[in-house]
């Protein structure tokens, strides 16, 4: 290159002479002084230097244009290097050469990292995006549309991605645990529903609109799992309440059936109702079984057994009387002893008494008679022994009484008919049946 502007110059100064000399003849041939031609080189000279420090300015400009172009390239290398947590920007860029071989250098190296770094950003804000998303979701924030998603350009490194995919999987593993969570409550939400007879989808509306969309995205937010555990919680209060309900008048069924001795086809149709009155709350568990019309019908029927039970005291009363008196009896008790005068049908058809009242008064006399009957039972049983020996005796004397009447029918009739064929048989049975005779007399007397 050095030989190639040698030759350039020289060929300039070439040419520069020739044209010198041949003004340097014009102007002799004009007739011009020397010192028009002094200032006429002068004017050449000024005017190449001129040219000559255009160029010269041009060249300079280029080349601090040249500079800053490389700057500003290696800086925003740099900068992506940075950001990217990779090594410096030297390492790919060949040592030496001019500016602009430098810079050509250095665009395509620029251009593929510009290249990555949009990429990582796009990695980044997919992973933002859905951060957002989901802290939102947890939130219970609502998702407005236009919203940017900012993405820290200064920290684009491998290392950061990873932290927030890291983060990002914390998000779905606490998602997946609120749906589980949500859909847990809404089984036990379905399932009260179901044993009350209330409206499941009615009921969870109440606590988000969004819970009755079976495809829909649930919402798992903070406020919606506790309004989800409250609304629970009051469904299993009520449910506690009705249960006691539903007990309490199995009991009284099961007192008015005992108490009027209801047949058994009249007892069916509240059986399931009355074998829960010892159930826990996780036993009822039959559709509709605790709903207000389940209940209600159950308390037409205590409400209708309690009318029966009004219109028949006198017969249940005279029941208990005759229960008693019949326990009295077997237990050897007189019934007098126990029962007032004053405890009488008679007074409580005269409403000198209230019949409930005269009721549980024979109800405590027969518990009463009962504790007595274990306090004296060995007394009892030697008292049923004394007598059940008295009356094996008695059917011992009327055996032997229809015995000797057989006998002596025997002898009067039999033996008269034939006297010389039993004539001994005759003397020997006269003198046992005297003998008899004899004895059963003297045990009559005794």
């Known amino acids: 290159m050095s030989n190639h502007y040698s030759e350039h110059f020289t060929r300039m100064e070439a040419t520069c002479g020739s044209l010198l000399c041949e003004l340097q003849g014009l102007w002799k041939e004009v007739g011009e002084t020397d010192g028009q031609w002094e200032t006429t080189l002068l004017e050449i000279e000024q005017e190449c230097l001129k040219v000559y420090m255009k160029k010269i300015q041009e060249a300079k400009e280029c080349r601090t244009k040249l500079q800053r172009d490389i700057a500003t390239a290696m800086a925003e290398l740099s900068d992506i290097f940075t950001s990217m947590g990779e090594s410096s920007v030297q390492r790919d860029l060949k040592p030496g050469g001019n500016l602009k071989e430098e810079l050509e250098a250095i665009i395509p190296l620029l251009e593929d990292m510009r290249r990555k770094k949009v990429e990582r950003i796009n990695q980044f804000v997919g992973v933002v995006e859905q951060i957002q998303k989901l802290s ?11 919203n940017k998603v900012f993405v820290d350009e200064t920290n684009l490194s491998l290392r950061r991605l990873e932290e927030l995919h890291s983060e990002l999987h914390e998000l779905q593993h606490e998602k997946i645990n609120r749906l589980n969570q949500v859909q847990g409550h809404l089984d036990t939400i379905n399932s009260l529903c179901t044993v009350l007879g209330m409206n499941f989808k009615q009921t969870i509306c ?29 469904l299993q209060e009520l449910k506690l309440k009705r249960m006691q309900k539903i007990q309490d008048l199995a009991s009284a069924l099961l007192e008015f059936w005992h108490l009027m001795d209801t047949p058994v086809e009249e007892q069916q ?43 028949r005291m006198k017969e249940i009363v005279l029941k208990k009387k005759v229960e008693l008196e019949d326990m009295c009896r077997r237990t050897h008790m007189v019934m007098e002893a126990l029962i007032s005068t004053d405890y009488s049908i008679e007074a409580m058809e005269s409403g000198a008494i209230d019949p409930l009242y005269l009721l549980e008064q024979f ?54 008919c034939f006297p010389q064929r039993f004539q001994g048989l005759t003397d020997c049975a006269n003198f046992r049946m005297t003998t008899v005779i004899m004895l059963e007399e003297e045990r009559t007397s005794f």
């Open 269 to 311: 149709m509240f059986l399931n109702v009355t074998c829960k009155i010892t159930a826990s709350e996780p036993e009822f568990t039959e559709p509709d079984f605790l709903s207000v019309d389940s209940i209600e019908k159950v308390e037409d029927e205590v409400s209708r057994l309690e009318q029966l039970k009004t219109s």
């Open 136 to 146: 939102n979701d947890i939130l219970g924030v609502k998702e407005q549309n236009g």
């Open 363 to 416: 109800d405590l006399q027969i518990s009463k008679v009962r504790e007595e009957a274990v306090s004296r039972k060995e007394i009892l049983e030697k008292v049923e022994k004394w007598l059940a020996a008295c009356e094996e005796e008695s059917w011992l004397e009327e055996y032997n009484r229809v015995g000797i009447k057989l006998i002596l029918f025997f002898m009067n009739n039999v033996l008269s």
């Open 206 to 234: 109440r606590v988000h609109p969004a819970l009755d969309d079976l495809n829909g995205a649930k919402d798992v937010s903070n406020s919606t799992i506790a309004r989800l555990a409250a609304q629970i919680q009051s």
